[in-house]
């Protein structure tokens, strides 16, 4: 069976074992936001960590069995107090906080480090013995950026690290921070081909070399996956590209790792650019060529489908529905920024989430307590049922897709009045320091809506070329009118740096108190990207919601 069109980490049984079977999977394999991951094997079991910068909690915890279904079973922090700013309070912290991380298994401990790109500048390093139960923290040590855990055959600890030249630095065998008098020093400095974005690093050991893991974009070319190779831990360090793909058309894949299974085939676990909806991790195999880590099959490319075996798992399930029965909140869910837990409640109405103003905003950039989820490709949506008899004057509320150029369904009281207005929203940062925001709002559609229930739906298609929201509105929950024009998210490193996000919010331009009740959230993932099925499933006539024999924008069932 090819190598190209093969994911199966029992290749070596020959049969599938009880509870086994083999599936097929399309790259990505998860179409999400999922950005520097780094992945382990401990036994059987893989996990997974990744960026969510300023969303709380953070640092999550995925797991997977085979490499392609995940679930997310923790998150290492519940938040980050390094600055009032995490509270939305004389500024904000998009784009900052949580890092990229690494994870590492050693003497049955699990380890994470990792460091925000924002004052005092130092290190977390958390640790837990069950990944699933509370991680503590271990301490705050240097800065180092894009850093990679190590643990040396001897016992030893180390840290690569930078942006440019990759360094070195030795840890205390207890992880409390740096060795006083261990190694210190800059063990790659990328060669004038290599020049440009250099960094990411992940460290490996194989066969008794050591392997640093590096995305490269070097001016004017393609961004790829370099790795480094040397017999001391120290160097020298030789350089070889083993990956250079722009798998369907996106951006050229690069930035991850690799890793074993238990029959001892290796594997690649990339992230490619997908534009709005962020970086996406893809899955191939690792072929050790002359003592090198080739990625992708024999012609060096990911493989569009793999086959792989299937250890019972779920499909991945990081973004989903919810009917909020549970008394706390889903997994799958992170606060934009710290919330504020005494302004919202799964408990005061049971089945329903509250979600109470508590300071005065000027938009949704500024807004406490705004709950999100990832988006995925190919197309999606997603759906809240809102009962908004309790906000008061100048409360705004509704769904957004969420970023920094963000598309909002926003329900304005006005005095005794009630307005769906379809909006957009683009962000500006007027202090580099303090990411204080200044924001440019377009309203396109306003509409009144009386009583006291409405339904409002963003459906995303992340296409090659598309990157498009378009929003929806319903009284009933059963007829949908489509409101405004068709928005183009964008995925931008300058101002959030992550993938659009869907966002329930609720805040106050005038008074505080007043509060809505969200009934559900419904998700669905369209993976039939062919328009006829997509609006079979949406109950729509057509994409755009419009009936065979109606104009544009007309309601339809």
């Not at 923790?74 to 912290?93: A, C, I, M, Q, W």
């Not at 040396?152 to 180390?158: E, F, I, P, T």
């Not at 009583?451 to 929201?469: E, Q, S």
């Not at 809505?516 to 419904?522: A, E, P, S, T």
Request: charged fraction near 25%; charge should be negative.
């Amino acid at each position: 069976m090819s190598a190209s069109l093969l994911l199966c980490l029992s290749a070596s049984a020959g049969e599938e074992s009880p509870g086994e079977r083999f599936a097929n999977s399309p790259n990505p394999v998860i179409w999400a936001d999922v950005p520097d991951p780094d992945v382990i094997r401990v036994g059987d079991d893989f996990y997974m960590v990744s960026t969510t910068m300023h969303l709380m909690p953070g640092c999550p915890i995925m797991h997977s069995k085979d490499l392609v279904n995940w679930e997310i079973i923790n998150y290492v922090f519940d938040t980050l107090e390094d600055s009032l700013r995490y509270h939305l309070e004389g500024g904000t912290v998009y784009g900052k906080g949580q890092w990229a991380t690494s994870l590492r298994y050693h003497d049955g401990m699990f380890y994470v480090m990792f460091s925000p790109n924002d004052a005092p500048f130092q290190s977390y390093i958390f640790a837990a013995k069950n990944p699933r139960d509370k991680w503590e923290q271990v301490c705050r040590t240097n800065h180092f950026h894009d850093s990679s855990l190590f643990f040396d055959d001897d016992g030893r600890a180390y840290v690569f690290y930078g942006s440019g030249a990759i360094n070195l630095r030795e840890l205390k065998p207890d992880m409390t921070g740096v060795k006083e008098g261990g190694i210190d020093m800059t063990v790659i400095e990328p060669d004038e081909e290599a020049r440009g974005l250099h960094e990411g690093s992940r460290a490996v050991k194989y066969n008794g070399k050591y392997y640093i893991m590096i995305i490269n974009w070097p001016e004017g070319r393609n961004r790829r996956q370099l790795c480094y190779r040397a017999d001391n831990i120290t160097g020298p360090y030789e350089k070889h590209v083993v990956l250079e793909d722009n798998l369907d058309g996106f951006p050229y894949a690069a930035q991850g790792t690799i890793v074993d299974d238990v029959d001892g085939n290796w594997w690649g676990f990339i992230f490619q650019d997908r534009g709005a909806v962020g970086r996406v991790p893809t899955v191939m195999p690792c072929r050790w060529i002359d003592g090198w880590p080739m990625l992708g099959n024999e012609d060096g490319r990911i493989p569009k489908t793999i086959t792989y075996t299937n250890r019972g798992e779920a499909p991945s399930r990081i973004v989903s529905s919810d009917d909020f029965d549970s008394d706390t909140i889903g997994l799958n869910w992170q606060w934009n920024h710290c919330p504020d837990n005494e302004f919202w409640s799964l408990t005061d109405r049971p089945g329903f989430l509250r979600l109470k103003t508590s300071r005065i905003a000027r938009n949704i950039y500024q807004a406490v307590n705004t709950l999100s989820q990832r988006m995925e490709g190919p197309e999606c949506f997603g759906s809240i049922k809102m009962d908004m008899s309790k906000m008061k004057d100048g409360d705004i509320a509704g769904l957004a897709a969420f970023n920094g150029h963000s598309v909002l369904l926003s329900v304005k009281k006005m005095g005794r009045k009630k307005y769906l207005v379809k909006h957009n929203e683009l962000v500006n940062f007027s202090n580099p320091i303090t990411l204080e925001v200044q924001v440019d709002d377009e309203e396109e559609e306003r509409i009144e809506i009386k009583g006291n229930t409405i339904y409002l739906r963003i459906v995303a298609d992340f296409r090659l070329g598309k990157d498009l929201a378009t929003c929806f509105y319903s009284l009933d929950g059963k007829v949908w009118n489509e409101i405004g024009n068709p928005f183009q998210m964008r995925f931008d490193y300058t101002r959030l740096f992550m993938g659009t996000r869907f966002a329930i919010f609720n805040y106050a331009t005038l008074n505080s108190g007043g509060y809505v009740d969200i009934d559900k959230f419904d998700y669905k993932r369209v993976e039939d990207i062919e328009t006829q099925k997509l609006d079979k499933t949406l109950g729509y006539n057509t994409h755009t919601a419009i009936p065979s024999s109606a104009s544009t924008r007309s309601t339809c069932r």
